[in-house]
């Protein structure tokens, strides 16, 4: 899916109350409203204020790097804006919270018409993909919370549902639990597996190139003065 630039011109007092800077795993994360509408917005719609604010302060409050592609933002059209959360993200904060005690996860499968969970992602060629499971475990909870989805429910046959669909069907498993065992820390985050928000998102391999964000600040204007067009 391509993505729009967009870029449009803001009064200066909307441009300061939309930049923020916060650390991310010691790092400053600097976002403001150029930033997200001209790298971090997918689709071909045209965000508001309102979803820009609330993309930023999300970021911030729960600590997500965009230019890790940990969340980003989605417009189609006149479509309501979406706000969708890598997988990455969740087993971050997961592993960040002192309670937090593992995860198992993988598929369950039709064999023979037995239906049968199989841990990770591997089946045999005869085996009839029908949902995912997952398993998280909390040092202060007697029982780990546990999730189980079906495939029909996600599967949109579109993208990688076509080419993975065990990959799939098991990562929305596994952030399920993930929210549930932690709702304060995860509660309103959501992935685009979960969302059926089908936009692909390359891999990028940080050890061969320098990190996504210095290339936009090179880029962009100080803050403080009128934002430039910026193509990309």
């Known amino acids: 899916m391509s993505e729009k630039t967009q870029s449009v011109n803001q009064s200066p007092a909307l441009k300061e109350k939309m930049e923020v800077v916060y650390k991310v795993a010691g790092e400053d994360v600097k976002l403001n409203s150029t930033i997200v509408r001209n790298y971090l917005t997918k689709g071909n719609g045209q965000v508001t204020d309102a979803d ?9 409050y729960n600590q997500l790097n965009p230019f890790l592609n940990e969340a980003y933002l989605i417009k189609f059209g006149n479509a309501p804006a979406t706000m969708v959360v890598s997988k990455e993200a969740f087993f971050k904060r997961a592993e960040n919270h002192e ?12 064999r ?7 841990e990770g992602c591997f089946s045999l060629k005869d085996d009839k993909l029908v949902g995912g499971w997952a398993k998280v ?4 909870r007697k029982f780990p919370v546990v999730s189980k989805v079906n495939l029909s429910e996600y599967d949109k046959g579109q993208s990688n549902w076509k080419e993975k669909p065990s990959t799939m069907i098991s990562k929305v498993a596994k952030v399920q639990a993930l929210r549930e065992a ?3 820390q995860l509660g309103a985050m959501y992935t685009s597996e979960e969302s059926g928000v089908t ?8 050890s061969e190139r320098k990190p996504v964000e210095s290339e936009v600040m090179q880029q962009l204007e ?3 003065t009128e934002p430039k067009k910026v193509q990309i």
Do not use: M, W
């Not at 309670?99 to 039709?110: K, N």
């Not at 023979?112 to 199989?118: R, S, Y």
């Not at 936009?199 to 940080?206: E, F, K, Q, S």
């Open 52 to 60: 820009l604010v609330q993309f930023i302060s999300v970021c911030k």
């Open 99 to 110: 309670s937090y005690d593992g995860i198992q996860a993988g598929i369950i499968i039709d």
């Open 112 to 118: 023979n018409n037995e239906i049968i969970e199989l």
């Open 137 to 140: 475990y909390r040092s202060d």
């Open 182 to 184: 932690f709702p304060t």
């Open 199 to 206: 936009i692909d998102i390359d891999h990028v391999d940080l």
């Open 222 to 224: 100080p803050i403080g």
